[in-house]
Structures are given as C-alpha cells and as structure tokens.
T-cell receptor, first 111, second 116 residues
C-alpha cells in the first residue's frame, strides 16, 4: 500500500532548539519525496523536494531508502517556522502528479 | 505572475444539492489536480487533468466529477451532497505531468464547502 506516515500531530520546541519532523513512507515504486508547508492563513506551498537536495529556510531532508524515511530537520528553530508541515510522495517519472500526503505535523516554536 | 485562483472561496449548501467549484491555473500550466482536505482524513487526491483529459482519479464515489477546458481552467462537481462532503477543496497546477523540472505543483487558496 502507498502510504506516508507522520507520527507526530504536534511538535512544540523553543526558539533556537533543533527540529526534526518525522516522515516514513511505504511505496512499491520509485518515489519522489516532498515537504509542503502551510503557514497560518496562507496556501499550501512546496518547501523542498529530495531530488533538488536544497536547503530552504535552513531546512534539510535526506531520503533514506533503507529506512524509507524522509525526515525534515533544522538545527535552530525560529518563531516564523511555526506552521503545518506535510510530507508527500509522488511516483518519480510517472505520468501523474498525484501526491500522497501524510496527515501533517503542526510545528509550534515557542519564544 | 498570478497564482492559482479558486472560486468561490466559501460555499454553503444543503444535503442533496449539487455544487460546482472552479479553478484557474497559473498561466501556461496545463496540469490541474484537485484535493479534498478534512480534519479527519487530511489531504486526499481527487483527480488530475492534463490537456482536457482525466489522467488519474482518486478513490472517491462517482458523485465527484471534474473536467478541464481548452484554456486549462478546471471545474469539479459534486452531486447529491452529503454532510461528509464538507471540506476544503484545493486545486493545484503544474506545467506538465512529469520530469522534476516541470512538475512542481502550486496550490490555490481552496474553496471551503459546508454542507448543512
């Protein structure tokens, strides 16, 4: 079964603390993994994707095929990072843009 | 350039009615996907259109349908509304279907549908 699991509904950290948002996936083909973010009262937007290997707003994520994980990390959290984060996967190179989303993790960064 | 737009932004209907939601993709984008977002089920894929053809469909009943026009604008229709159809319906557009260079999806603000 194709599935994305985000085990934490809420993650609360203090400003300056490290952050790790967990994401595990189950997929039979070759997946492309993404992290999307939704700030308060804003639309869902792409944060990063594994194939680009970029660091966006200080966030990084490494695809671990052995552990089927794509955890999102940031060494020092900022208050403006508070948002809803969704992990998602897509069939890499397939003739579809269908995204399978996890249930999301609400990150709350306390001052 | 302008982002993905969705109309209307809010809608209230009663059970048994039908509803049509509209999505205008970013200029030049040919792929449009629809998602349903609810607190209980999260974000679930409804369907995907490319060049006026439905390319993929999620696991939703036949009451949910959609189409895409020659200008890439898309509509989705829900007939015989049920209370459980209350949700935020999101539309996303991308340049094309495949390859990492042109399949980034840009989301609209959504249409909030409430069924009473």
């Amino acid at each position: 079964a194709q599935r994305v699991t985000q085990p934490e509904k809420l993650l609360s950290v203090f400003k300056g603390a490290p952050v790790e948002l967990k994401c595990n996936y189950s997929y039979s083909g070759s997946p492309e993994l993404f992290w999307y973010v939704q700030y308060s009262r804003q639309r869902l937007q792409l944060l990063l994707r594994h194939i680009s290997r970029e660091s966006i707003k200080g966030f990084t994520a490494d695809l671990n095929k052995g552990e089927t994980s794509f955890h999102l990390k940031k060494p020092f959290a900022q208050e403006e990072d508070s948002a809803m984060y969704y992990c998602a996967l897509e069939n890499y190179g397939g003739a579809t843009n269908k995204l399978i989303f996890g249930t999301g993790t609400l990150l709350a960064v306390q001052p | 350039k302008a982002g993905v737009t969705q109309t209307p932004r809010y809608l209230i209907k009663t059970r048994g009615q039908q509803v049509t939601l509209s999505c205008s993709p970013i200029s030049g984008h040919r792929s449009v996907s629809w998602y349903q977002q609810t607190p209980g089920q999260g974000l679930q894929f409804l369907f995907e259109y490319f060049s006026e053809t439905q390319r993929n469909k999620g696991n939703f009943p036949g009451r949910f349908s959609g189409r895409q026009f020659s200008n890439s604008r898309s509509e989705m229709n829900v007939s015989t509304l049920e209370l459980g159809d209350s949700a935020l319906y999101l539309c996303a557009s991308s340049l094309a279907l495949t390859t990492p260079l042109n399949n980034e999806q840009f989301f609209g603000p959504g249409t909030r549908l409430t069924v009473l």
